[in-house]
Nanobody, 121 residues
């Protein structure tokens, strides 16, 4: 079992930066692919970024060049650095852990409770 707890979400202005954190429990954190998804108001959950156990990364086109996913296996933590935020980045951001490195939410087995990011214009 893996438990995930996100933090760092808040209200910011367009153009600001924000870093989300996801702390994971469990001894096998380093073997999991970790990902961030988000759910904008009134919309479906969507892929944001993922990082493999070997730190390979994939990004959604909408965030490429602005967001960076990273992991610290010693701290059992994955991060999402978000720069040049836009109002359309407003969403609940979820951390997820899975055994395969994929962009589909169905491939992830464990989910956090989410953290709200609101970007005002």
């Amino acid at each position: 079992q893996v438990q995930l707890v996100e933090s760092g979400g808040e209200l910011v202005q367009a153009g600001d930066s924000l870093r989300l954190s996801c702390a994971a429990s469990g001894r096998t954190f380093s073997s999991y692919a970790m990902a961030w998804f988000r759910q904008p108001p009134g919309k479906e959950r969507e892929f944001v970024a993922t990082i493999s156990w070997s730190s390979s990364t994939l990004y959604a086109d909408s965030v490429k060049g602005r967001f960076t996913i990273s992991r610290d296996n010693a701290r059992n933590t994955v991060y999402l650095q978000m720069n040049s935020l836009k109002p359309e980045d407003t969403a609940v951001y979820y951390c997820a852990a899975g055994s395969v490195f994929r962009t589909s939410s169905t491939r992830y087995d464990y989910w956090g409770q989410g953290t709200q990011v609101t970007v005002s214009s």
